[in-house]
């Protein structure tokens, strides 16, 4: 048994599957059905346990982030009944980083949301914590917490804007609208909508041809992304030079270019 099956065997609220559909990916399922996969301290904690296996996994390549469909909905949000018994010293405590937004976007493997179902507040930033998002056209999304007296507190309120812009942003949090599949395609909140019934054709398809690329360029390619957004581009430009390079020093490198001149499939080594 692997480490990370005798991880999910000590989990009651996440599920998680590898290779079941395409080989390389491993699909975590958050799963609380009676309570729509709300997000509470179990849930986050197995979570965080999960991902920190997958990390250290190779044979996990590409990351697959979903709701158990029995509840019909990606994440209906944060458990609000938590919600209300927390002060702010509390509440402090349960926001130190890394938390499971911070844990799913630094994860060094690509991570794509199946958006099965409604994602609402901290689902909808679980999703956007997720390199590709893809959506049911049955789904909804939004960030309501306004309507509870509260704002995105992880970390809506910065990844929303990044992905929208900052008025689509202004207006999705302060009114605590509900948009459905296509107008979140529509604004760049989620990459892609497929029908319900094609959706697991269009996931596992884009997860099954990233999986076939090279781990260790995968994560160099991630790295450069993500630092489009914290870097001015002069900054980010040298920084994409600089990690072009160190991928001169790996394995793959050398092996991507041979498959190529002798017309052949490449053989990753993942170094």
């Avoid at 048994?1 to 559909?21: H, Q």
Wanted: some cysteine; glycine content about 8%.
């Amino acid at each position: 048994m692997t480490d990370l099956e005798n991880t999910v065997t000590d989990c009651e609220s996440v599920k998680v599957t590898v290779g079941e559909r395409v080989d390389g990916v491993v699909t975590v399922t958050l799963s609380r059905p009676a309570a729509r996969n709300a997000l509470n301290t179990q849930i986050r904690d197995e979570l965080a346990t999960v991902l920190a296996t997958i990390e250290q996994d190779n044979a996990c390549r590409v990351v697959v982030v979903t709701g158990d469909d029995e509840a019909g909905t990606f994440v209906a949000g944060a458990d609000v009944k938590e919600l209300r018994e927390r002060n702010a010293i509390e509440q402090r405590e349960v926001s130190k980083r890394p938390r499971i937004y911070e844990r799913v976007a630094n994860l060094s493997k690509p991570v794509i949301a199946r958006i099965n179902g409604h994602a609402l507040g901290g689902g909808c930033e679980l999703a956007q914590a997720c390199d590709i998002r893809i959506a049911a056209e049955s789904a909804k999304l939004g960030q309501p917490e306004i309507n509870l007296g509260l704002i995105p507190g992880g970390g809506g309120t910065q990844r929303l804007s990044r992905l929208v812009g900052e008025g689509q942003a202004m207006r999705l949090i302060l009114s605590g609208e509900l948009i459905d599949a296509t107008e979140a395609a529509n604004i760049g909140l989620v990459d892609e909508v497929h029908s319900d019934d094609d959706l697991d054709k269009a996931v596992y398809g884009l997860a099954e041809s990233i999986a076939k690329k090279s781990p260790v360029t995968l994560g160099f390619a991630k790295t450069a992304i993500q630092a489009s957004s914290e870097m001015e581009m002069k900054a980010g430009i040298e920084y994409e030079a600089e990690l072009f390079s160190q991928l001169f020093a790996t394995e793959d490198k050398d092996e991507g270019i041979d498959a190529f001149f002798e017309d052949r499939k490449p053989e990753w080594k993942g170094r």
